[in-house]
């Protein structure tokens, strides 16, 4: 195995090429975190905090409303919503409008299906009455043809 080989295989897979006593001592030593790994990281976390609070702190303080123009807000604020609710107010209105003519459509799509429907059925029957009262009418001619080739050959007897 060559050296650069064999020091990439240590690297990746130490365990493998440890010696006994490393072992040991690597088995006694805790999987957790080490305490002074531990302080650093709360300590870090210790100081962002304090910055963030810091940065906060030092933000300019809101400046004094005057007392007219906060009412001017309040009462723009609240023409806002009342514009706002009127608006709701109609747009529920217009769904409603729009559902209901919807419904009316889908009525009257099925009235006139139903209709034509109606006027199919009644058309075959027509045309099965008419069917059947050829048919009969063919019957009665092929029964008279039938009768006068009996008299013609009769009478040829």
Do not use: G, W
Request: hydrophobic residues 35%; glycine residues 0%; proline residues 3%.
């Amino acid at each position: 195995m060559s050296a650069p080989y064999q020091a990439l295989c240590r690297a990746l897979t130490p365990h493998l090429f440890e010696s006994d006593a490393e072992r040991r001592s690597r088995a006694q030593e805790p999987d957790c975190m080490s305490f002074q790994n531990h302080n650093d990281r709360r300590e870090a976390a210790d100081a962002a905090k304090k910055a963030m609070l810091e940065k906060f702190k030092n933000k300019a303080a809101p400046t004094q409303v005057d007392p007219a123009e906060a009412q001017a807000r309040v009462k723009a604020a609240q023409e806002k919503e009342e514009k706002r609710v009127e608006a709701e107010k109609r747009r529920r209105e217009r769904v409603e409008l729009e559902k209901m003519e919807r419904k009316i459509a889908a009525e009257a799509a099925a009235k006139a299906e139903r209709e034509r429907q109606a006027r199919e059925a009644a058309l075959e029957a027509k045309r099965r009455r008419a069917e059947a009262e050829a048919a009969e009418q063919k019957r009665y001619e092929d029964e008279a043809r039938r009768d006068l080739a009996a008299a013609a050959a009769r009478r040829r007897r």
